[in-house]
């Protein structure tokens, strides 16, 4: 059965460029209740521990240099089938394929700076949520 939770960060390129409000009111327009946020900035360490999963594709060391490179947002959200639905909200990892109407289409810039992660399933949702989030910091 699919999960009510999903994980997501805006990332150092949305959150330098002040596009925070515009997509966190696409996710509320789309039905996604915030359950957990921070504004926040990962170590390198961090960055490298989340992202773990991808530590031997040959853009891992990009990808932990620039996000942690900033501030971002962390969130919990909330909605029926919510990791399904919040990857299509957000569109392609690639903006030259994101879809009209997608966040990564609206706001990313590239592979890389492509404003916006989403987990890619229920079990990491919940691995994601808890790497940011203690059971206090959930409502
Ligand atoms: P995200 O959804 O946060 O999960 C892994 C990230 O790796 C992905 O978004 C992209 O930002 C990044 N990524 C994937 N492929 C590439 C690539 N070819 N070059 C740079 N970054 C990439």
Redo the contacts with the bound molecule.
């Keep these: 059965m699919a999960g009510k939770y999903t994980f997501t960060m805006i990332k150092p390129d949305a959150v330098e460029k002040n596009n925070i409000g515009g997509i966190l009111e696409m996710m509320n327009a789309a039905g996604f209740r915030v359950v957990s946020m921070k504004l926040t900035q990962l170590s390198a360490a961090k960055a490298g521990e989340f ?1 773990a999963v ?1 530590s031997e594709r040959p ?1 891992y060391g ?2 932990v240099e620039f996000m942690s490179s900033g501030p971002i947002v962390a969130a919990i959200l909330e909605k029926e089938n919510a990791v399904e639905d919040f990857r299509k909200l957000i569109g392609a ?1 690639n903006p030259a394929n994101a879809e009209e109407g997608t966040i990564r289409k609206k706001y990313a810039e590239s ?2 700076k ?1 404003a916006v ?2 987990s890619d399933s229920d079990e990491n949702a919940m691995i994601e949520g808890n790497f940011f989030f203690s059971g206090l910091e959930r409502f």
């Design positions: 992202y991808h853009f990009e990808l990892t592979m890389g492509n992660h989403g």
